[in-house]
């Protein structure tokens, strides 16, 4: 056996959802020995339910048919565009017609007129991570990450893998990130000798905190980074799974200032997970090496190029599919918006996000200065926290949540980047995520799955803290 020598590389962590979903099989058995049901509320999968893929395939077969009927092809052998180009390599762009009729449909939403060629296909908002990452990781030199205490695990995991990146953590309040302390990290890190290209974000439905940051901490927090000269990325997974009307609804940070963001879309949430459909957006230019300004899109075309060379180009048309309806007079029409496609799995969403509110209160409301919860305007998460500190959230409290009373949660301390650990070793020991957006059943079953597990969750905190209801 050979061992190659690799002194440089460091041990690599492994996050606490994979521990969990490592351990879940053992634990979920010793809770099943004891005749305990498994309550699902830590997944923060979409449900099965709305990401049923036979009713897409049927839709996309049929779009597909009518895109090789309008090319009006004489010779019955030859190959719709589609087809060839869903088989061939492509420009690492992606068949233009997908990103007009996502510039269409996503401008059209957010009010704003979108560049089609200054979308640059990823793998899922993941692949938007890395490539927004390895482009200013690049050089070799020191930089550093802003980010929110609590962050997204992968965007953590991605960071991590960057020897020379170091993230710079922002607390937040109830509205968003704290815009004294996202400034001076922007300035401590720039003191310390790194780069600090980005602030990296989940504004709506924040995953994993459970809230949507404010208007006007949007707001605070554009002009900073436009002060400070630095990239917002905003990862938008839950923009459409969203709570409120239009009225209320906030703007995602692309729509107000395309110039200072990089927007990740992806289709997971929206569509499915599966074909890893995402695109990055920016307006943004970079002043490089010799005093020149380049189009931070030409940058990640470049590395995306040299990265995956083109996403796959089927999964493209379909999520193309995706975007049309059936016209009233046969043939399709593009729906011109992702509300329509939104309320489909708004309609299961919305219902699991009420049963876990309404749970929560009625199992635990009594309390309010021992328990409290986020009220989330998008997303599939709440946050809840122990208020008193009386209790630890750590590994072994979510352990024996499984073990004892069969309800899975997440802990909230491994979302804590290290610096905010340094600075506060309790930080997120005292809270859990709770997700509503998974189960294994359907329709009544769903409803019922979800209230009990909310219902068995509750009654677990109430025995551990000896509380008894009037
Ligand atoms: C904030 C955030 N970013 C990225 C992702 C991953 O998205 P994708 O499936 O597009 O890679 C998730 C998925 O849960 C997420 O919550």
Known sequence: MTTIDM????????SVTRKMAASLPGLRQMAEEKGLKI???GAGYPHPEVTDPRGFLTHQQAYFEHLAGNEGLNDADAVPEYLRESYSY????GPRSVRETFARAYGNDWRIQLDADRMVPTVGATGGINLVCSMFERPGTPVAYITDAPTYAGFLARSA?????RVFSVEMDDEGPLVDV????????????????????????HNPAGFSFSQSRREQILAAARAERILIVEDAPYVYINYTSGA???RPFFAMAPEQTVHLFTGSKIGFPGPRVGFLYSEAKLAIAGGVEVDLTEFAVTEASADMLFQNPAALYGFEALLHRPGEEGGFAERGTFWELAEGKLAVYREMRQIMLEGLERGLGAWPEHFGWTHPDAGFFTVFTFRDGSVR????FTNDLVTNYGVVAIPMYDFYPEDARDRDANAGFDQLRLSFCFS???GEDRRRDLTEAVDAFCAAVREMFELTRE
């Open 7 to 14: 002194p440089g590389l460091r041990r690599q962590a492994v």
């Open 39 to 41: 309550h699902h509320l």
């Open 90 to 93: 492509t420009d690492t762009l």
């Open 161 to 165: 893998l960057c020897h020379h990146a």
């Open 182 to 205: 996202f400034v001076s990290q922007i300035r401590a890190a720039r003191e310390a000798g790194y780069e600090v290209p980005l602030y990296y974000t989940v504004p709506d439905g």
């Open 248 to 250: 209320q609804r906030t």
């Open 393 to 396: 959230t750590d590994e072994a």
């Open 440 to 442: 294994e059943s359907a």
